[in-house]
């Protein structure tokens, strides 16, 4: 219990640095007229990124239908579809930025998902990916002892951490449905190349928590930090 309590607040930390990260990329990239958050949930947080950015025209992407219908009552032109199998129901150079915030690694179709961001960004849009980070200490050790990534142990629908009996979740079930399940998790490396893949030149990477030591370092030390978030623009 007492372990289960410290990681989960170092977990906290971690989240909420990563959060300020996606503020300062959004303040030093904006003001964007036009923005789309992709996994914009209940739209609480969109409100958030809406605000900051200083956004005239605020878009989001939900496939959860009950979360999409409370994003869309706080004015969020919402769309529910799946961002990495639909055709996204915008124009293309559309948008000035886009948002993902813990989404990627719930994607099976990541080709599909960089594919549309870059068709509906207008060139020199900016497009701000945060997830885990497979590289992050956590998850080596994990590898080193042969056990599932920590990021990777809510892979089934049946069962919380599934392959990792450290998981903070171990054995716990899961009746949160197939959209919280991780599919894949990233390095700053592997993403920042597959971004260049679509035309999305990475300008900043940012990282946060650094278990088990404060969540600052990871500021300072992104390759193996607890979360990134990487800052790209389409190419003119």
Same mark, same amino acid.
């Given at each position: ?52 950015a ?14 999409a219908?409370?994003?869309?009552r ?11 199998r ?5 124009k293309?150079?559309?948008f ?13 179709h990541?080709?599909?998902? +960089?594919?549309? /961001?870059?068709?509906? $960004?207008?060139p020199?849009? %900016?497009? =701000?990916?945060?997830?885990? &980070?497979?590289? #992050? ?7 080193i +002892?042969?056990? /599932?990534?920590?990021? $990777?142990?809510?892979?089934? %629908?049946? =069962?919380?951490g599934?392959? &990792?009996?450290? #998981? ?16 894949c ?16 030149e990475?300008?900043?990477?940012m ?26 623009q389409?190419?003119?």
């Amino acid at each position: 219990m007492i372990l289960t309590s410290f990681f989960g607040s170092l977990y906290q930390r971690a989240y909420a640095l990563n959060t300020a990260n996606i503020v300062s990329a959004l303040k030093s990239t904006g003001p964007h007229s036009r923005l789309l958050d992709v996994g914009c949930w209940d739209g609480a947080q969109t409100r958030v990124w809406h605000q900051i950015a200083g956004a005239n025209k605020t878009f989001g992407i939900e496939p959860v239908a009950s979360a999409a219908k409370q994003a869309a009552r706080l004015g969020i032109r919402t769309a529910r579809i799946s961002a990495d199998r639909n055709r996204w129901p915008y124009k293309s150079d559309f948008f000035d930025c886009i948002v993902s915030n813990q989404v990627i690694e719930h994607l099976s179709h990541l080709d599909h998902f +960089l594919s549309e /961001a870059s068709r509906v $960004l207008k060139p020199g849009g %900016i497009l =701000i990916t945060s997830t885990n &980070n497979l590289s #992050s200490w956590h998850n080596i050790f994990a590898l080193i +002892l042969g056990w /599932a990534p920590f990021d $990777l142990a809510n892979s089934s %629908i049946r =069962i919380l951490g599934l392959g &990792n009996p450290w #998981s903070i979740h171990y054995g716990k079930s899961d009746i949160r449905g197939s959209s919280w399940t991780h599919k894949c998790v990233y390095t700053s490396h592997w993403l920042r190349v597959w971004l260049d893949l679509y035309g999305l030149e990475t300008i900043k990477i940012m990282g946060a928590g650094y278990y088990p030591l404060p969540a600052t370092i990871g500021k300072w030390f992104p390759l193996h930090s607890a979360f990134i978030t990487l800052i790209s623009q389409k190419k003119q």
